[in-house]
């Protein structure tokens, strides 16, 4: 396994006949079984995995200022030892019951919590998991129906650091979560029960790392071969640290760059007016940029390597044209195809 599981726990979260949100607490932790460390295991792989996740920190935001605190709290006091894990994890239920309870699109769920160590950080996994109905086929051929979690499609989950946490208050990117698909309002109310705020604009430290790379090579005497390997560095680099969970260290990144005869990227990139944290974690759907070129608009899709820029595709700004030189083979079949046709 690549966690080691230190606590956890379920607890539900559902309405009652009125419409009320209720919690039933379990009393103990879950014994670490073989099919909760499976479990685990394949959530902290699902959950590592997620693209586009937005990372926040405990701190103050609304009209007053103030966000709530009471999750954080009740989190210090567990590390501290003065709370059980049970009794913080039923802190933690009621909070989210008490936050459900003001919207009416909300039908509950069960509250996974886990405390586990993974490389060399202690985490603490908060998901609300939902029920899936499923159909099996008993021994004597019967079909029956039941319900089981639903791990492969998690939408509500945070991961909290708490070693970074611990380590540097001014962090302001040790809570990651799962960005909500279904609309902001949805998803913040996860994040709301956590007193949790956005920190780093991941999407926008990606592009300006990228904004930061393009000037480099165009103020540059590299040749144009020699750019495109600087920009292929950089993404190696940063889908590398995508991979691992690590984030982009710009000075790392510049010291790879300078190995490769690429000197003084980290005082370009930090001298300018790029506005670059020193360190962020990487987005891999805004990275693509450094590799590919890509578009869509008017029922035309078009997407090919950078380095063909100038070679197999010529791009002319004053006649609004792009020549593609060397047909992709099933493209060709295709279009020959048609013409034979008409």
Known sequence: MSIS????IIHEISQDSQGQMRCRL?????????AVETMLEELHQTYSGKAGKGFGFFGAHGDDGEANSEFSDALTGYRKGDLGFVEFSGQASQLLQQELAKYDFSQGG??????????????LFVALLSAKSSMTVLDDMELSQNNHLDLNNIQLAARIDLTEWQADKSSRKYISFIRGRAGRKVADFFLDFMGCVEGVNIKAQNK??????EDFVAGSELTKDERQ????????????????????????LADELADSGMDSFYDFACGGSYELDDEFPADKASLRSLKKFSGTGGGVTLSFDGGHLGERVIYDPISDTILIKGVPANLKDQLDRRLKGE
């Open 5 to 8: 599981i230190e606590q956890a």
């Open 26 to 34: 379990r009393p103990q932790p879950l014994l670490n079984t073989h």
């Open 110 to 123: 069960f509250l996974l919590m886990s405390c586990y160590t993974s490389m060399t950080s202690d985490y």
């Open 208 to 213: 300006t790392l990228i904004h930061a790379v």
């Open 229 to 252: 390997d600087c920009r292929n560095k950089v993404f190696d680099y940063c889908s590398e640290r995508a991979g691992s969970g690590d984030v982009i260290e710009v000075k790392d």
